[in-house]
């Protein structure tokens, strides 16, 4: 098939532009680089530069590359940013959503597969949480992305658009070799941000808060491979290419948590392997909006399209993580 990956540039599109090659699949991407780094494309992948506001642009790439589906990854996905320049948020993420919508079923209606997020949940004591759950999103970030599930959905219902929509959890990790990963501007996941710390980039690793009711006091989170996910969409891509699902969404996690003390001990475990000092640590306030635990229900992908995580191994994901920063200290600048 060939795919347009919209946001293919960035972290997890640029993830799954390898594995769809590799199954593959032809890719041309579509991504106005405003986050996302041309290096993380593979060699021969078309990039239309180009941004997703601009609708003539969007209609104008699908007439001419003919897709057979699009994943749409492209988004703005600060949360903390999110609430101090809403506009910037609803317009980027829903009303680029809303153009690329419009341009599909105006030229091929062709399946979308679409990167939505857990924070559409907020906070819930349903853990592990099915898709199911009710939706009630914390951030102005979670807000655009569950009313860009609800166009699609009317998309659907109106024009016969199949969809796949792939709630993510912690997305981390990169490439096995260490070629790509994770290099937003902004750091704030705590595997990059504690590898960077390894690195001798910050002076400690802050531990918001250690007094939840969690058996180690830390917040636990659902920790998915950046691969993995990007199998996930491969998945996808294939069920809709077979006409087996035609509206459907899926969390995307591994079905269990580990804990910051947890994820913070593996980093030790790989950064001291390589002869490095385990990391400084200080508790720190809790950071607001937190919940204590955010686990997946994700048991309907794997029935569903067949998903197996080959990443379950807290270091082995660590250790991923930290060949790509340890190699690429400053993201794709050096
Ligand atoms: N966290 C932490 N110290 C950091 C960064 C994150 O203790 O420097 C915690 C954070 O409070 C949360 C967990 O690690 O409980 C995962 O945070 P992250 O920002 O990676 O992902 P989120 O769950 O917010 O999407």
Request: proline share 7%; net charge negative; hydrophobic share 40%.
């Amino acid at each position: 098939m060939r795919l347009m990956v919209v946001g293919g540039a960035g972290y997890i599109g640029s993830h799954t532009v390898r594995q769809l090659r590799a199954a593959g699949h032809e890719v041309v991407v579509f991504d106005n680089l405003s986050s996302g780094h041309a290096q993380a494309l593979p060699e021969g992948v078309p990039l239309v530069q180009a941004d997703l506001l601009d609708a003539a642009s969007v209609k104008a790439a699908l007439e001419a590359h003919r897709p057979d589906a699009v994943i749409q990854f492209a988004a703005l996905i600060e949360v903390g940013e999110s609430m101090r320049a809403p506009g910037r948020y609803y317009r980027n993420n829903v009303v680029g959503s809303l153009n690329l919508l419009q341009g599909i079923v105006e030229t091929r209606k062709v399946p979308l597969v679409f990167s939505s997020t857990a924070a559409v949940y907020g906070t819930t004591d349903n853990v592990p949480i099915p898709e199911n759950a009710p939706l009630h999103p914390e951030s102005v970030y979670g807000e655009t992305k569950l009313m860009t599930e609800n166009m699609i959905h009317a998309f659907h219902v109106a024009h016969g658009l199949p969809y796949t929509i792939l709630r993510y959890f912690n997305v981390c990790g990169a490439a096995p070799g260490g070629d790509i990963g994770e290099a937003h501007p902004n750091k704030t996941h705590l595997i990059e941000l504690a590898c960077l710390t390894a690195l001798g980039q910050r002076e400690k690793m802050m531990i918001f808060g250690d007094d939840y009711p969690t058996p180690d006091g830390t917040c636990i989170r659902d920790y998915i491979h950046v691969q993995d996910l990007a199998d996930a969409h491969v998945l996808a891509v294939n069920a809709m290419a077979g006409g087996k699902a035609d509206a459907a969404t899926y969390n995307v996690g591994l079905g269990h948590g580990f804990s910051v003390r947890q994820v913070l001990d593996a980093v030790d475990a790989v950064i001291t392997e390589d002869g490095l000092p385990p990391l400084t640590r200080e508790i720190a306030p809790r950071r607001p909006g937190d919940p204590p635990r955010l686990v997946a229900d994700a048991h309907r992908i794997v029935d569903e399209l067949g998903f197996q995580p080959q990443f379950t191994d807290l270091k082995e994901i660590v250790r991923t993580a930290w060949d790509w920063h340890r190699k690429h200290p400053h993201d794709f600048e050096r």
